[in-house]
C-alpha cells in the first residue's frame, strides 16, 4: 500500500503549550493538502485544507503551513487541550482526486 | 444519512471464510475511498473510484481483495479466503466529484478479526 505509517512518532506537549504536527508530502504534483484528526476508535475527522497556492491557512486554534519547495506541511495547535490527545495524518490530493495520506503523528497531552 | 455509513462495524470470521464489508457515502458524492488501518498504523490506500471511470486498484494487497461501486453509490470491498493479517479496520471515505479541492469525509470503519 501506499503512505503506510509505522510505528507511529509520538508527540507529547503540556496542556496548553502549542503543538507543531510535521509531515512530508512525495508529489510535488499535489495541489490540495488536508489534515485529520483521528481519535480512538473513531474514523478520521477534518481539520484544516490548504491549496498549493497558498502558504499559510489559519482555522480555530490550528494553522497550516505549506513549504512547497521543500514539500513540508505543518499543522500548528495553539493552546493545546485535553481534547486534542489524537493521531493527526496529513494527506495530499494528486490527479484525478486521489487522496493519499503520510505517516501519522500521536499527540499525547499531559495535564 | 447525513454521513458516510459502514456496515458492519465489527465482524470477525475464521481463517478461509469470504467477508463482505459495505459502504454507503454521502448522497452525492461519486468519489469513494477504501482505506485499511492496522493497530497503530498510518492508513494504508486500497482502491478508489471516481464516478464511471476505471477505479484505481493500485493498493490492493492481494488478488483476493476486490472492491465493486454499484449505481455510482453503494460499495463492496470483498476479501476471499481471509488471513489472519487481514485483521484491521477498514475505513471508507467519500467527496464530490469534480470538487479537486474539497475533503473526504470517513465513516466509522469495519474492524475485521479474522482468527
Known amino acids: 500500500g501506499e503512505s503506510v505509517g509505522l510505528h507511529l512518532p509520538t508527540l507529547s506537549v503540556q496542556e496548553g503549550d502549542n503543538s507543531i504536527i510535521n509531515c512530508a508530502y512525495s508529489?510535488?504534483?499535489?495541489?490540495?493538502f488536508i489534515w485529520y484528526k483521528q481519535e480512538s476508535g473513531k474514523g478520521p475527522q477534518f481539520i484544516i485544507d490548504?491549496?498549493?497556492?497558498?502558504d499559510k491557512r489559519q482555522g480555530q486554534r490550528v494553522t497550516v503551513l505549506l513549504n512547497k519547495t521543500v514539500k513540508h506541511l505543518s499543522l500548528q495547535i495553539a493552546a493545546t487541550q485535553p481534547g486534542d490527545s489524537a493521531v493527526y495524518f496529513c494527506?495530499?490530493?494528486?490527479?484525478?482526486?486521489?487522496?493519499?495520506f503520510g505517516g501519522g503523528t500521536r499527540v499525547l497531552v499531559k495535564p | 444519512g447525513a454521513g458516510v455509513s459502514q456496515s458492519p462495524s465489527n465482524k470477525v470470521t475464521e481463517k478461509g471464510k469470504d467477508v463482505e464489508l459495505r459502504c454507503d457515502p454521502i448522497?452525492?458524492?461519486?468519489?469513494l475511498y477504501w482505506y485499511r488501518q492496522s493497530l497503530g498504523q498510518g492508513l494504508e490506500f486500497l482502491i478508489y473510484?471516481?464516478?464511471?471511470?476505471?477505479?484505481?486498484k493500485s493498493g490492493l494487497p492481494s488478488d483476493r481483495f476486490s472492491a465493486e461501486r454499484t449505481g455510482g453509490s453503494v460499495s463492496t470491498l470483498t476479501i476471499q479466503r481471509t488471513q489472519q493479517e487481514d485483521s484491521a479496520v477498514y475505513l471508507c471515505?467519500?467527496?464530490?466529484?469534480?470538487?479537486?479541492?474539497?475533503?473526504?469525509?470517513f465513516g466509522q470503519g469495519t474492524r475485521l478479526t479474522v482468527v
Open positions: 471515505a467519500s467527496s464530490l466529484r469534480g470538487q479537486m479541492n474539497t475533503e473526504a469525509f
Open positions: 508529489n510535488s504534483a499535489s495541489d490540495y
Open positions: 490548504i491549496r498549493s497556492n497558498m
Open positions: 494527506a495530499e490530493k494528486r490527479e484525478g482526486n486521489k487522496l493519499t
Open positions: 448522497s452525492g458524492h461519486t468519489a
Open positions: 473510484f471516481q464516478g464511471n471511470s476505471a477505479p484505481d
